[in-house]
C-alpha cells in the first residue's frame, strides 16, 4: 500500500500560523479541545486509540478480574469444602457462583482474547492500527463500564444469582434487581463484544500488509478471525435472550411466562444458541497463541498449517448446530437427541485433528523447554482431558447421568481453565518481551506453571469422580456419608494451590519489571510482530512489509540447507539488531534514516515508497489518527440508562440515551485524524517521528 | 500536507479516488463492516420473529389472536410507504453521485418523512390495538407482537434520525460528492430494515 | 505513488462496479415491480380459495421482493463477493438456526 512520503519543512513555522506559539488554554476548555497526539498520563489513557495501549488495558483489566473471579472461586470451595458448612449463606453462595462464572467467561477470558487480539492482529499483519480506532477504543471502554456496571449490584441490593445462563422461567420470577444486573450487564458486555468484532474482521479482511494472503496469515490471526465471526453472528441471539428475559422482568411480557402459555425451552434455546459458538470463542483465540508457540519453541513450522486453518473455520461453523447438546435432559424428543449427538460428536474430528498437527510440530522439533512452551504443552494435554470428558456428553445415554452433576463442572473446567487459561498464560510469557522489551523470569515463570499444573488437576479431576458419584452442581451445600467429603476437600486444597501459583505469577511480574533488555527478538520466533522494536513504536511498522511466504520473518533470517536444516542466512540483516528501545529520535537534517526512504534498488517498489523516495528525504512522517474522548463519553452512557431501566427511573433512562447519541453524533461528526497544524516538530501535532532504530527496517534479505 | 497511509478511508485526507482505496480488498473499511454488521442483524430479527413464530397460535385461547385485530389495509399502505422509501433513498444516493446536491436533499427528506410516516402509522396502530384490549402483558401474541415490531420501529427511528442528520450536513455544505459513500452506507441500513418489514409483513399480517 | 500489483487487482474489482448501475428511471420500474408484488400479496390474502396453498405462495412473494431490493436497492448483485458472503452467511445462519429451534418445538404440525 502507498506511503506517500513528505520531507518535513525545515523552516520553523512563522509568527500568526495557527498553533505556532502553543499557548495552553486554561481548565475546562483544556480539556474539552481535542487531545492530540502526545498526551500525557491518565488522560492519555482514557482518549487513546491505539490499538496497543486498548489491548493493554484489556489484559490488565481482565487480569484484575480474574483476580477476583479466583477469589469468588476460593470462596466456593471453602464453602464446599466440607459437608454442612455454614461458611456461605444458600444466597450468597448463589451470588457468588454466578458471579464466579460471568466473571471469568466474560470479564477473563473473553477480554483477554481480545486485548492479545487487539495488540497483536494489526502487527501480525503488517498494518499499524485496527480499521476503526475509535470504535477499539469504545470497545474497551463499554467493556469496563460493563464489568463495573455487574460488579456494582454487590453493593445495591446483592449480585446476579441465577447461574451465569439465568435459565428462564426462574430468572423470570427472582425478586430484586440481582438478575436485572446480568441482564443489562450483559447486554452492555455485548456491545463490546459486537463492536470489537466488526472492527477486527474489517481489519483482517482489508488491511493486510502486501503480500500477506490469508493462507500466509499467522495462525493465532486465523482463530482470533473465526472467534470473531462467531462473536458478529451470536452475540444478536444473546441479545434477543436478554431482551425478553428483560421486557418479561420489567415490563410483565409474556415470554416465559408459563401461565400465559410460554415455553421454558425458548430460553434454553436462544441461550445455548449463543452459548455454544461462545465456548468456541473462548477456545479458538488460545488455540491459535499454542499454534504460535509450538513452532517457535521446536524450531519447525505447524504441522498441517493448512489444515489447522480448515479446522479451525469448521469448529466455528459446526459450532452453530451442537447448541442442544446442553439440553439432552429436557424432553427433545428422539429426532433432535439423535441429530444433536452425531454433529456434537463430529465437532470432535476438528478438534482431534488439531491435537495430532500439534502433536506433530513437536515430533522431532528441536525443544526449548521455556515457560510459554509448558504452558502450551499444557494447554494440549488438559484440554484433550477436557475434550475427551466432552466426548462422553456426546452420548445422551451417558450424558443424561452426567448432565446437571460435578462431571460437567469437571469437562469444562479443563477445556476452560486447562485450556484456555493455559493458552492464555502461554501467550502472556510469549508475548511479553514484545510488549516491554524484558522476559518474564523463566525460572519462576516454570514454578508458576508446576504449581497451577497440579492445583489445577487436584482442583477439578476429583470433579469427575464426584459427579459420576452424583454429585450435583449448583449446590450450596450438602450432607456428609454420600462419598462426597474426600473429594471435595481436596479439590479446595488444589484451589488454593491455585491461588498460590496466581501469586507466584504476580510475584514474577514484580521481579522481572525491572529486568535486562532481550531486544526485537528474544525467542528467535517465526511472524511479523517480532520485526519490530520492543515496545513496539505507536505506528508499528516504519516502512510496511511486503510479504512473501507465511512465517515471513523466519524465511527472511533463514535459509534450509540440503538436509532441510535451518540456516541463517548472511548477512544477518537489520531486522536482528539490537537497539534500546527509546533510541534517540532522529533530528533534522540528512540522517541515517535516509536508509528508510531510500526506494532506490528495490524497483518493485516492495517498500511500498513513493517514487521519489530520494536521499535527500530526511523524515518520514506517519500520520496515526488522533485521540478522543467521546468513545469513553458514549461508553458512560449506556451504564445510565441501564441504571435508569433497572429502577424505572425513565427520566434517567432517556437521559442516558441522549447522552449516548450525544456522544456518538460528536465521535461522528469529528475526523478520524485532525489535520496537522503546519508546524510539526516536536509540538502537539498529531505526527510522530519514526525513530531511527534499524531494527524496524524490514529488507527483503538475498533478493531473489 | 501530510497523508494518513492507515489503508482506511476515515477521514478525508487519502489521495485515491474513493473507489480505490488501497486495501486488501479494494472495498472501503466502511462498506465492509456495515455489511458484516447487517449480517449480524439478521441474527437479531431472527430471533425477535422466530420467538414470534413460535408462539403464533399458543396464546391463552379467549385471548385477541392476530386476526380479530389487524386492519390489513391500513398496515398494506404503510407497508408500501416504507418500500417506496427504499426507492427515494436510492434515488438520493444516486443523487449525490451524480454531483446534484439539491436533488439530494430533496430525496433525503422524502425518505425521512416517509419513514416517519411509516413510524407514525405504527404508533397510530398500536394505540388502537392497546384500545381494543391488546398490550404488551395481554398474552404472547401482544408481547412477541409488540416486541418484534417494536424492535423493528426503533431501528426505523434510528435511521430517520440519520437521514435527517445528512440532510442537515448536506443543508451545511458538509456533505460533498467525496462523501457518497456515508450516503450509501446509511441506505444499505436503510434498505435493510424495509427488508425485515417485508418479512414481517408477511409472515406475522398476512400469513394465517 | 506505487502501489503493489495485488492491491492494484483488488482495487480494479472493487471499482467495476462502480460503472454498473441501474439508472433512476429503472430503479423507479423496480419499484413499481415492488408495488405490484405487495398490492399481489394483499389481494392473495383475500382469495378464500387458496387456502393452504396460501402460505407458499405469499412466502414466495415475499422472498421476490426481499431478493429485488437486496440485490438492486442494496446494489449486491453489482457489488463485491466480500458483502455478498457477510450477509448470505448471516440469513442462511439465521434460517439454519432457528428453523432447527421451531422444529424441535413442533410447530410445523399444529
Known amino acids: 500500500m502507498a506511503i506517500v512520503t513528505q520531507p518535513a519543512p525545515s523552516a520553523p ?26 498526551v500525557k498520563g491518565l488522560w492519555g489513557w482514557f482518549t487513546t486509540v491505539d490499538h496497543k495501549k486498548i489491548g493493554v488495558l484489556y489484559g490488565v483489566t481482565a487480569m484484575i478480574f480474574f483476580l477476583i473471579g479466583g477469589i469468588e472461586a476460593l470462596l466456593l470451595r471453602v464453602q464446599l469444602g466440607s459437608p454442612n458448612n455454614t461458611f456461605l449463606s444458600a444466597d450468597a453462595y448463589n451470588q457468588i457462583f454466578t458471579m464466579h462464572g460471568t466473571t471469568m467467561i466474560f470479564l477473563v477470558i473473553m477480554p483477554l482474547s481480545a486485548g492479545l487480539a487487539n495488540y497483536l492482529l494489526p502487527i501480525m499483519i503488517g498494518a499499524r492500527d485496527v480499521a476503526f480506532p475509535r470504535l477499539n477504543a469504545f470497545g474497551y471502554w463499554v467493556f469496563i463500564v460493563g464489568g463495573l456496571f455487574m460488579y456494582s449490584s454487590f453493593f445495591l441490593g446483592g449480585a446476579p444469582n441465577g447461574g451465569w445462563f439465568g435459565y428462564a422461567p426462574l430468572t423470570r420470577n427472582m425478586p430484586g434487581h440481582n438478575i436485572d444486573y446480568w441482564i443489562f450487564g450483559l447486554q452492555i458486555l455485548g456491545i463490546a463484544s459486537l463492536t470489537g468484532a466488526v472492527n477486527l474482521i474489517v481489519t483482517v479482511i482489508n488491511m493486510r500488509a502486501p503480500g500477506m494472503s490469508l493462507m500466509r496469515m499467522p495462525i493465532f490471526v486465523w482463530m482470533s478471525l473465526v472467534a470473531q465471526f ?9 441479545t434477543v435472550a436478554l431482551f425478553l ?76 448446530g451442537v447448541w442442544a447438546h446442553h439440553m439432552f435432559a429436557t424432553g427433545l424428543g428422539p429426532v433432535a437427541l439423535s441429530a444433536f449427538s452425531a454433529s456434537t460428536m463430529f465437532i470432535a474430528v476438528p478438534t482431534g485433528v488439531k491435537i495430532f498437527n500439534w502433536i506433530s510440530t513437536l515430533w522431532k522439533g528441536k525443544i526449548r523447554l521455556k515457560t510459554p512452551l509448558l504452558f502450551a504443552v499444557g494447554f494440549v494435554t488438559m484440554f484433550t482431558i477436557g475434550g475427551l470428558s466432552g466426548v462422553t456428553h456426546a452420548v445422551v445415554p451417558s450424558d443424561t447421568q452426567q448432565t446437571d452433576t460435578y462431571y460437567i463442572v469437571a469437562h469444562f473446567h479443563y477445556v476452560l481453565f486447562g485450556g484456555s487459561i493455559f493458552g492464555l498464560f ?83 511480574l514484580w521481579v522481572s519489571r525491572k529486568g535486562p533488555y532481550v531486544g526485537d527478538d528474544p525467542w528467535d520466533a517465526r511472524t511479523l510482530e517480532w520485526t ?31 538436509h532441510g536444516r535451518a540456516v541463517l542466512r548472511e548477512p544477518a540483516p537489520p531486522a536482528l539488531a539490537q537497539a534500546p528501545p527509546d533510541g534517540a529520535a532522529e533530528g533534522v537534517g540528512g540522517t541515517t534514516d535516509v536508509a528508510v526512504v531510500d526506494g532506490g ?3 518493485d517498489g516492495d517498500h511500498g515508497h513513493d517514487e521519489h523516495g530520494d536521499e535527500h528525504e530526511e523524515h518520514v512522517h506517519i500520520h496515526l489518527p488522533s485521540p478522543s474522548y467521546w468513545p469513553l463519553f458514549s461508553a458512560i452512557g449506556l451504564a445510565v440508562v441501564a441504571y435508569g431501566m433497572i429502577y424505572k427511573f425513565w427520566i434517567v433512562a432517556v437521559l442516558g440515551g441522549i447522552w449516548i447519541l450525544g456522544g456518538v453524533y460528536s465521535w461522528g461528526l469529528e475526523p478520524a485524524t485532525e489535520p496537522e497544524p503546519p508546524a510539526e516538530h516536536g509540538d502537539n501535532g498529531a505526527a510522530i517521528e519514526p525513530d531511527d532504530s534499524p531494527s524496524d527496517q524490514l529488507e527483503p534479505v538475498g533478493q531473489a | 500536507m501530510t497523508t494518513v497511509d492507515l489503508p482506511t478511508t476515515e477521514g478525508a485526507h487519502h489521495d485515491e479516488a474513493p473507489s480505490h482505496p488501497a486495501t486488501s480488498t479494494g472495498l472501503t473499511n466502511e462498506k465492509v463492516a456495515m455489511w458484516a454488521f447487517l449480517g449480524s442483524e439478521c441474527l437479531l430479527f431472527g430471533g425477535l420473529i422466530s420467538t414470534y413464530l413460535l408462539y403464533k397460535g399458543q396464546s391463552e385461547p379467549g385471548t385477541i389472536r392476530p386476526h380479530d385485530i389487524f386492519d390489513i389495509p391500513y398496515t398494506s399502505v404503510s407497508s408500501f410507504v416504507l418500500l417506496m422509501s427504499s426507492l427515494t433513498m436510492v434515488l438520493a444516493l444516486s443523487a449525490i453521485q451524480k454531483g446534484n446536491h439539491r436533488a439530494l436533499r430533496v430525496w433525503l427528506l422524502t425518505t425521512a418523512l416517509l419513514g416517519g410516516s411509516f413510524v407514525a402509522g405504527q404508533c397510530y396502530e398500536f394505540t388502537v390495538f392497546v384500545r381494543e384490549g391488546l398490550n404488551l402483558r395481554t398474552n404472547l401474541f401482544g408481547s412477541s407482537f ?61 400469513i394465517p | 505513488m506505487s502501489t503493489p500489483e495485488k492491491t492494484v ?102
Not at chain 1, 27 to 36: K, N, Q
Not at chain 1, 230 to 238: D, S, W
Not at chain 1, 288 to 297: A, D, K, N, W
Open chain 1, 426 to 508: 502461554a501467550g502472556l510469557y510469549y508475548w511479553y518481551p514484545k510488549l516491554t522489551g524484558r522476559l518474564l523470569s523463566d525460572r519462576i515463570g516454570k514454578l508458576h506453571f508446576w504449581l497451577t499444573l497440579l492445583g489445577f488437576n487436584l482442583t477439578f479431576a476429583p470433579f469427575h469422580i464426584l459427579g459420576l458419584q452424583g454429585m450435583p452442581r449448583r449446590i450450596y451445600t450438602y450432607p456428609t456419608g454420600r462419598g462426597w467429603d474426600v473429594w471435595n476437600f481436596v479439590a479446595t486444597i488444589g484451589s488454593f494451590l491455585i491461588a498460590l501459583s496466581v501469586l507466584v505469577f504476580i510475584y514474577n
Open chain 1, 532 to 562: 519490530i522494536p520492543s515496545p513496539p513504536p505507536e505506528y508499528n511498522f516504519k516502512v510496511v512489509p511486503v510479504v512473501t511466504a507465511r512465517d515471513d520473518f523466519w524465511h527472511r533470517k533463514y535459509t534450509e540447507d540440503e
Open chain 1, 245 to 320: 428475559l428483560s421486557f418479561d422482568r420489567l415490563f410483565s411480557t409474556n415470554f416465559f411466562n408459563a401461565d400465559a402459555g410460554a415455553d421454558p425451552l425458548l430460553w434454553q434455546h436462544l441461550f445455548w444458541l449463543f452459548g455454544h459458538p461462545e465456548v468456541y470463542i473462548l477456545i479458538l483465540p488460545a488455540m491459535g497463541i499454542v499454534s504460535e508457540v509450538l513452532p517457535v519453541f521446536s524450531r519447525k513450522p505447524l504441522f498441517g498449517y493448512q489444515v489447522m486453518v480448515f479446522s479451525g473455520i469448521a469448529i466455528g461453523f459446526m459450532g452453530w
Open chain 1, 601 to 603: 534498488e528495490h524497483g
Open chain 2, 146 to 206: 409488540y416486541i418484534m415490531t417494536g424492535f423493528h420501529g426503533a431501528h426505523v427511528t434510528i435511521g430517520v434520525l440519520m437521514l435527517l442528520s445528512l440532510w442537515s450536513l448536506s443543508v451545511k455544505g458538509r456533505l460533498p460528492s467525496e462523501k457518497a459513500e456515508v450516503v450509501e452506507l446509511i441506505g444499505l441500513y436503510w434498505h435493510f430494515v424495509d427488508i425485515v418489514w417485508i418479512v414481517i409483513f408477511t409472515l406475522v399480517y398476512l
Open chain 1, 13 to 38: 513555522s512563522s509568527p500568526g500560523t495557527p498553533g505556532a506559539t502553543p499557548t495552553r488554554p486554561a481548565g475546562v476548555t483544556r480539556l474539552l479541545r481535542r487531545p492530540t497526539g502526545d
Open chain 1, 230 to 238: 462467531l462473536l458478529l453472528f451470536a452475540i444478536p441471539v444473546i
Open chain 3, 9 to 110: 487487482e483488488a482495487a480494479d474489482h472493487g471499482a467495476v462496479h462502480a460503472h454498473e448501475h441501474p439508472s433512476d428511471l429503472q430503479y423507479v420500474y423496480i419499484a413499481l415491480f415492488l408495488a405490484l408484488v405487495t398490492a399481489a400479496e394483499v389481494a392473495v390474502y383475500y382469495v378464500k380459495s387458496f387456502k393452504g396453498l396460501l402460505v407458499y405462495i405469499l412466502a414466495t412473494m415475499a422472498v421476490v421482493k426481499f431478493s429485488v431490493v437486496v440485490m438492486f436497492f442494496m446494489h449486491l448483485r453489482f457489488d463485491s463477493k466480500v458483502f455478498r458472503r457477510f450477509f448470505v452467511t448471516g440469513i442462511i445462519l439465521a434460517m439454519f438456526c432457528y428453523v432447527s429451534v421451531l422444529s424441535t418445538f413442533h410447530i410445523w404440525h399444529r
